[in-house]
């Protein structure tokens, strides 16, 4: 095996037919780093001639002069191969070698290595990951585990499969399925995907959000960026009703008269935005990103109604998994209960790692923490 720069080609067709494939691995990220103006590289593992992994390295920020890398949500490989431990030997030499040449000294990386773990009746995992046999293989070669660290460890996921669009409904918890219904039959309310020039909308629902959840959102910068990378990858989408049902809400009237107005609401009426997100659709995943709602209308259920949406698509599309994305897993979180009312399954990702190759990089090392940083890529 050897170690090498691939081409933008290789990458992309290897990134795209990866079993780890994600959108933060992607040809997609490479080229919205690039037009950012960040050190961006390409790089891989051979063997005959066959591409047995590829990375995006991206260069992030300085330390004590010297640069650290990451590589969002990668390497990509084949994990469970065989030859997985010659893989992951190879390119840790090669990637030290090459990032010294490039003024490194430190590589951060969360690999796309994830489990079901067992949890209790309140959803809060009975062990973790980080005493398996992966992440003993990375520390094996020179990692250091940080565990929950800048990329989410937690997400809830919805495996799709076996759902139909005739049974989603019966699927969720009992409240999300009231909720749901009174959105889609009640309140009149549709969906509509923002163009670029409206992500202000976006912006201000998620702004809201945060202030209760205490989490952080994007700019507009970043939303623009991912558009301009992703394409039709990426949606932005509000869940909208019609002023006058809003109306009719604040003054209290009953929701069979909600509903009269509602039936009664022109396309040309005006329509307030309620709740939105951010969602990427990749071959193997619809992924929920950054969300936020009104908060004088939170009884409404935007987010319901933009969640039964945009499962349904997956459905449609055959994409075998909706992932809600980063969550607490404890009880009583809110956001984790809200996503656990969909009857899917949590997720671990085996965490992030740190790969020091100067005195620089191991003395930043020294001052990382479990759960220290958080980041938006």
Not at 83 to 96: P, Q, R, S, W, Y
Not at 266 to 289: H, Q, S
Not at 321 to 342: A, C, H, L, M, Q
Request: proline share 3%.
């Amino acid at each position: 095996m050897k170690f090498c720069e691939v081409s933008e080609q290789e990458f992309k067709d290897f990134s795209e037919n990866a079993k780890a494939s994600n959108f933060l691995q992607s040809f997609e990220m490479y080229q919205r780093y690039k037009t950012r103006g960040n050190g961006v590289y390409l790089v891989g593992v051979k063997k005959n001639d066959e591409i047995k992994a590829v990375s995006l390295l991206v260069s992030k920020t300085k330390v004590l002069n010297k640069k650290v890398f990451i590589s969002p949500r990668g390497f990509l490989a084949d994990f469970e191969a065989d030859d997985f431990e010659e893989i992951l030997k190879t390119v840790t030499a090669g990637v030290k070698k090459f990032l010294k040449a490039k003024g490194g000294g430190l590589l951060e990386i969360s690999p796309n290595i994830s489990r079901v773990p067992e949890v209790d009746d309140d959803g809060v995992p009975k062990d973790n990951f980080r005493t398996s046999k992966e992440t003993k293989l990375f520390e094996k070669y020179g990692y250091k585990d940080l565990g929950e660290y800048e990329f989410v460890k937690w997400v809830y996921v919805l495996p799709t499969k076996d759902l139909t669009e005739e049974n989603l409904l019966k699927h969720f918890r009992n409240d999300h399925r009231r909720t749901t219904r009174l959105a889609t039959e009640r309140y009149g309310m549709r969906l509509r995907e923002l163009k670029i020039g409206e992500l202000k909308t976006l912006k201000k629902l998620t702004d809201d959000s945060a202030k209760r959840h205490g989490f952080i959102t994007p700019e507009i910068q970043y939303y623009e960026e991912m558009k301009r990378a992703y394409g039709k990858k990426v949606r932005f989408l509000v869940a909208e009703v019609p002023k006058k049902v809003l109306d009719a809400v604040s003054n209290g009237e009953e929701l069979e008269f909600v509903k009269k107005v509602a039936n009664e609401a022109k396309e040309t009426d005006e329509f307030i935005p309620i709740a939105g997100a951010m969602f990427v659709i990749w071959p193997n995943e619809i992924v929920y990103l950054f969300s936020g709602q009104a908060d004088d209308y939170r009884k409404l259920g935007g987010p319901h109604f933009l969640q039964y949406e945009m499962i349904k698509e997956a459905i449609r599309k055959k994409i075998p998994e909706y992932n809600f994305y980063g969550t607490e897993p404890k009880k009583s979180d809110g956001v984790y209960e809200f996503k656990r009312g969909y009857h899917g399954q949590l997720k671990e990702y085996i965490g992030t790692f740190m790969l020091p190759f100067s005195l620089a990089g191991q003395l930043f090392l020294l001052k990382q923490k479990y759960e220290d940083v958080r980041d938006i890529h």
